[in-house]
């Protein structure tokens, strides 16, 4: 009996054959639900397996058609995918080559939509905090559109009927199709660097989904909020929403409508002007006659009707003033003045003058003291005798202690 041995190598190669050379296996669709899904970073295939509820099968979809679809895969979603089952000889497992893959019941750009809405607001692209006001009378208007469509002649027409002060500065850019989102960028970025304008419009005309899925585009939307110059989205009709609409500044229903917000209405404005002056004129009059009545009233008190009285009463103030002050000057003068010669009287009172024109007389010794004692004079002491009309020297012949008695030798 012979027994044919073959190796693992050539058993998972003969089997591989079998399965690529099977027509049915060679483009086939598959639904299931992901599991076990991996984005390889670095080389940027997908890993992940398709299963049922009874069975699973294992997947790739290198990262060449991975970079295609529009949608992030995630564990638990359905799809249906497109591709090849083949065997991978090493390991002997037969999986699924993914080149295409579908949302199952979503379309795929709605998802992605979604998808990416949710990203950005998680990161808060959206929030109202960061939107900022647009200038209420730009100089310079930047628009960034088609220049085939009726879009850019339309926000013209009506900026020029609105408020024709302002410039616009046109970039013109493709707003479908791959190269689309990269052009847009690439305006949105040359305003800023250059700063063109006050304002800047990103507007296209209405359209399927499709049509206007460049500005759904990740990078646009970040460049959008980066921006320096504030933002008007207005892309498709007012039922169409694009990411651009949500992380611009404000959202225009349509480009018509973009116009419109932009630029004021001239007309009102001078409508406006014409108001307030008249306004002002009438409030101006209404001042100047209630002003005119309180002077006429000014003018009937005395004060006004007779200037001449009002000097006169001033004068009389100041004479009975100055009268005043001039008495009570001269009656504190006089009060000084007795008290200055009372004073001068105690004074002269006490004066030794005056008691030695009464016939006494004052003794100083050689220092110039009044000897008012014994004590410390001696025999032969040099003094002077103070009389009322000289002095006289005199020398200590004797001391003596004790009282003096009047007319004792």
């Known amino acids: 009996m012979n027994i044919s041995v073959v190796t693992v190598s050539q058993l998972n190669f003969y089997v591989r054959s079998l399965i690529d050379s099977d027509d049915k296996l060679e483009n086939i669709f598959l639904t299931g639900e992901i599991s076990n899904f991996t984005d390889h970073?670095?080389?940027?295939?997908?890993?992940?397996?398709?299963?049922?509820?009874?069975?699973?099968?294992?997947?790739?979809?290198?990262?060449?058609?991975?970079?295609?679809?529009?949608?992030?895969?995630?564990?638990?979603m359905k799809v249906i995918v497109r591709g090849k089952v083949g065997v991978y000889e090493p390991s002997g497992v037969y999986q699924v080559y993914v080149e295409d893959m579908q949302p199952d019941g979503v379309g795929v750009l709605n998802l992605a939509f979604e998808q990416l809405k949710e990203k950005l607001a998680k990161e808060g692209l959206f929030n109202a905090e960061k939107k900022r006001s647009l200038p209420k009378y730009p100089q310079k208007v930047g628009v960034i559109t088609s220049e085939t469509g009726a879009v850019f002649w339309d926000i013209q027409s009506i900026m020029k009927r609105r408020f024709p002060l302002a410039q616009i500065i046109f970039m013109p850019v493709l707003v479908q199709g791959e190269a689309a989102a990269r052009q847009i960028i690439g305006a949105i970025k040359v305003f800023n660097e250059n700063n063109l304008c006050d304002v800047l419009i990103i507007a296209r005309g209405g359209g399927s989904i499709e049509d206007l899925w460049a500005f759904n585009d990740e990078?646009?939307?970040?460049?959008?909020?980066?921006?320096?110059?504030?933002?008007?989205?207005?892309?498709g009709h007012e039922t169409d929403f694009t990411i651009c609409d949500f992380v611009a500044d404000l959202r225009a229903p349509t480009p018509s409508a973009a116009a419109e917000l932009v630029v004021p209405d001239v007309k009102k404005l001078i409508f406006d002007i014409e108001y307030l002056t008249s306004y002002i004129n009438s409030l101006m009059l209404c001042r100047i006659v209630d002003y005119k009545k309180k002077l006429d009233s000014l003018t009937e008190t005395g004060a006004l009707s007779n200037p001449h009285k009002i000097f006169a009463d001033r004068k009389l103030k100041i004479d009975f003033l100055w009268s005043n002050l001039n008495s009570i000057f001269k009656n504190k003068l006089s009060k000084s003045k007795e008290k200055f010669l009372l004073s001068v009287g105690k004074l002269d009172a006490l004066s030794p003058f005056k008691l030695i024109k009464s016939g006494y007389s004052v003794a100083i010794n050689d220092t110039g003291k009044i000897i008012s004692k014994v004590d410390g004079i001696k025999k032969n002491d040099k003094i002077k005798v103070i009389v009322s009309d000289g002095k006289i020297d005199c020398y200590v012949e004797n001391v003596s202690f004790g009282g003096y008695k009047y007319g004792q030798k």
């Open 41 to 76: 970073y670095q080389s940027g295939h997908f890993y992940f397996s398709l299963k049922d509820n009874k069975s699973v099968v294992r997947a790739i979809m290198f990262a060449g058609f991975a970079r295609k679809i529009k949608f992030s895969p995630k564990n638990g």
């Open 219 to 235: 990078q646009l939307a970040r460049t959008i909020s980066g921006s320096k110059i504030p933002t008007i989205s207005a892309v």
